[in-house]
């Protein structure tokens, strides 16, 4: 796999966590928590896509 494509998969997996979060954030039944762990996984991603760009 190279350089461009991995980026190019890890800005589609952080888009679907952009989703993900803004979905828990509307639904009353998500906790804390969970949140929490969607936002420190996109955080991760993001972080990880500037490293390699």
Not at 26 to 34: A, K, T, V, Y
């Amino acid at each position: 796999m190279s350089l461009s494509s991995h980026i190019a998969e890890l800005k589609k997996k952080h888009q679907s966590l952009s989703a993900a979060v803004d979905e828990a954030q509307r639904s009353p039944g998500c906790s804390d928590q969970e949140l929490k762990q969607l936002k420190k996984e996109k955080l991760r991603l993001k972080e990880e896509i500037t490293r390699l760009s």
